[in-house]
């Protein structure tokens, strides 16, 4: 497979810097809700750039975005009925990615190889998922998504300039929120984090029976008592569950796409059980604002890539879950954005 690639991911791939674990995991790379008949975008994933496109039969196709031609990029090209044509000199690609008309020569019939990369793609959970290998995994669970006492926000995309595992990390440290998240998810007056329990099997690493006080747990404006179980289920594919005493309880299910080793995307779905439908506006702005508040500690990360060597940096009590994710990481062979 590596002669299919080209460009950076054909040298990660050789440098065997590109694992079989993170190749063939899925990622989101669009909303569903953002693809109409006719729609035409790019996506770049693990350093592969990538096409979107979706025909007059709302059926979804992802290509290696370049035509097989002249090298151009088909992004920049548009859909016809169930087709995408190449904007430099026309030429038409089936569902499959088969050339099947050459402009230039009506009478012509494209030889095998006139054929793009298509990739597998599935639709979950409202979103679009691309997976680059030959042997994909599953995606993770999202234990709510079918729940109707729950209602579901979808927050993001947020870009950010940074490695995977770091925007997973953050989102698994219960540690900063007293520092980033001030008067919302932490107070600076009680920074302390008390013990928790880890363990990881085959559905990932956990961490349970969290307890913490936040000054604005659920966007409500009271404070209260919380318990977070927090699972990394996939590599970039995390979840928490948090919950007051009341039984309010808000679950976020995060896929984190990697652009390249030292950037990413995440894509949050949250679901949320004492909101009415009404209020996702509000849900979202929350978690807008909340990201925003992580975005410069996540892109100031130096090295962005994730040191799966413990020694690189140091560790104190509260980070046993993210050395437990390190060492699962390790475990699994992933490379790929880690030094
Ligand atoms: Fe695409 Fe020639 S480069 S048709
Ligand atoms: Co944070």
């Known amino acids: 497979m590596v002669e299919t690639k080209w460009g950076q991911q054909a040298e990660a791939l050789?440098?065997?810097?590109?694992?079989?674990?993170?190749?063939?995991?899925?990622?989101?790379?669009?909303?569903?809700?953002?693809?109409?008949?006719?729609?035409v975008q790019s996506a770049r994933v693990l350093d592969q750039d990538l096409v979107i496109w979706c025909g007059q039969d709302g059926t979804v196709q992802v290509w290696a975005d370049r035509c097989p031609h002249r090298s151009v990029r088909l992004s920049r090209g548009k859909v016809v009925a169930n087709t995408l044509v190449c904007p430099y000199h026309g030429m038409v690609y089936d569902t499959t990615g088969q050339c099947i008309q050459v402009p230039a020569h009506p009478d012509y019939v494209p030889p095998k190889q006139a054929c793009v990369r298509s990739y597998p793609v599935q639709v979950q959970y409202g979103l679009v998922f691309v997976c680059?290998?030959?042997?994909?995994?599953?995606?993770?669970?999202?234990?709510?998504?079918?729940?109707?006492?729950?209602?579901?926000?979808?927050?993001?995309?947020?870009?950010?300039?940074?490695?995977?595992?770091?925007?997973?990390?953050?989102?698994?440290?219960?540690?900063?929120?007293?520092?980033?998240?001030?008067?919302?998810?932490?107070?600076?007056?009680?920074?302390?984090?008390?013990?928790?329990?880890v363990t990881t099997d085959d559905r990932g690493v956990h961490f349970d029976d969290i307890h913490i006080w936040q000054p604005d747990p659920m966007n409500t404006g009271q404070g209260g008592f919380v318990t977070y179980a927090y699972s990394a289920f996939r590599p970039l594919t995390a979840y928490f569950r948090k919950t007051t005493p009341?039984?309010?309880?808000?679950?976020?299910?995060?896929?984190?796409?990697?652009?390249?080793?030292?950037?990413?995307?995440?894509?949050?779905?949250?679901?949320?059980?004492?909101?009415?439908?009404?209020?996702?506006?509000?849900?979202i702005a929350?978690?807008?604002?909340?990201?925003?508040?992580?975005?410069?500690?996540?892109?100031?990360?130096?090295?962005?890539?994730?040191?799966?060597?413990?020694?690189?940096?140091?560790?104190?009590?509260?980070?046993?879950?993210?050395?437990?994710?390190?060492?699962?990481?390790?475990?699994?062979?992933?490379?790929?954005?880690?030094?």
């Open 246 to 283: 009341d039984g309010d309880c808000l679950t976020i299910w995060y896929v984190v796409t990697p652009v390249s080793e030292a950037e990413c995307i995440g894509w949050m779905w949250m679901a949320l059980n004492f909101i009415d439908a009404s209020q996702t506006d509000d849900a």
């Open 132 to 197: 680059l290998g030959d042997d994909p995994s599953a995606i993770a669970p999202f234990p709510e998504w079918t729940d109707d006492q729950f209602v579901k926000a979808l927050a993001g995309p947020y870009p950010c300039q940074t490695g995977g595992y770091r925007a997973i990390e953050n989102f698994l440290d219960l540690a900063h929120f007293a520092h980033l998240h001030t008067g919302i998810l932490g107070d600076l007056e009680f920074p302390q984090v008390g013990d928790y329990a």
């Open 286 to 339: 929350f978690q807008d604002k909340v990201f925003e508040q992580d975005r410069d500690s996540l892109e100031s990360h130096n090295p962005k890539r994730l040191p799966l060597d413990l020694t690189t940096e140091f560790h104190v009590p509260c980070d046993r879950g993210s050395l437990a994710y390190r060492q699962w990481l390790k475990q699994l062979g992933v490379t790929y954005g880690t030094l």
């Open 14 to 39: 050789a440098q065997g810097r590109l694992d079989a674990v993170i190749l063939n995991d899925w990622y989101a790379i669009a909303s569903l809700a953002a693809l109409s008949p006719g729609t």
